[in-house]
T-cell receptor, first 112, second 115 residues
Framework: GENVEQHPSTLSVQEGDSAVIKCTYS??????FPWYKQELGKRPQLIID?????GEKKDQRIAVTLNKTAKHFSLHITETQPEDSAVYFC???????????FGTGTRLKVLA | DGGITQSPKYLFRKEGQNVTLSCEQN?????MYWYRQDPGQGLRLIYY???????QKGDIAEGYSVSREKKESFPLTVTSAQKNPTAFYLC??????????????FGSGTRLTVV
């Protein structure tokens, strides 16, 4: 069945360093890839998304890259700050299906 | 102030009892979803609805039921048939565009505990 694998499950970085989280999807028809940030006990919030017609998208310190051939996409956070500490989820979806397949999440810890 | 509201924030269920989780949105979104989140795990889809009076089972629908009588509301009932209901439940909504997809807006969640 459809699947999204996310790695790593936990990631610790020093403040100011970069963090990279990777996801691989199985459905070649997937064409929308959002990333969510969930702070402890709070709701997931959309931080960036990318559609299959582009290879990269940036928003300040956050960027997402997409490799359709390899069926993987990655979240890049530069100049990490303590407030970036949270669980990050990737997801993949396909037009017409109305549902996402979520990855299992990455717990990012930014050490001051 | 537009958004999606879940209530209650905390809910305790006794064995054999049905409980209903509320989800209301004023974003004029067509699609609504219920996810279950267990510690250290991702989000698993319980039910979703694309339009009023229509809903579809997700990956873990057994022991749950929903209704979509109004566009704004998508309540979830956890029945006594759900043997392990303790979890964090998230409701979400998204606009329907017909040909494209947009990100979900999530509610703040309901933490359900069996006592």
């Amino acid at each position: 069945g459809e699947n999204v694998e996310q790695h790593p499950s936990t990631l610790s970085v020093q403040e100011g360093d970069s963090a990279v989280i990777k996801c691989t999807y199985s459905d070649s028809a997937s064409n929308y890839f959002p990333w969510y940030k969930q702070e402890l006990g709070k709701r997931p919030q959309l931080i960036i998304d990318i559609r299959s017609n582009v290879g990269e998208k940036k928003d300040q310190r956050i960027a997402v890259t997409l490799n359709k051939t390899a069926k993987h996409f990655s979240l890049h956070i530069t100049e990490t700050q303590p407030e970036d500490s949270a669980v990050y989820f990737c997801a993949a979806s396909t037009s017409g299906t109305y549902k996402y397949i979520f990855g299992t999440g990455t717990r990012l810890k930014v050490l001051a | 102030d537009g958004g999606i509201t879940q209530s209650p924030k905390y809910l305790f269920r006794k064995e054999g009892q049905n409980v209903t989780l509320s989800c209301e949105q004023n974003l004029n979104h067509d699609a609504m979803y219920w996810y279950r989140q267990d510690p250290g795990q991702g989000l698993r889809l319980i039910y979703y609805s694309q339009i009023v009076n229509d809903f579809q089972k997700g990956d873990i629908a057994e022991g749950y039921s929903v209704s979509r009588e109004k566009k704004e509301s998508f309540p979830l009932t956890v029945t006594s048939a759900q043997k392990n209901p303790t979890a964090f439940y998230l409701c979400a909504s998204s606009p329907y565009t017909g040909t494209s997809l947009y990100g979900y807006t999530f509610g703040s969640g309901t933490r359900l505990t069996v006592v």
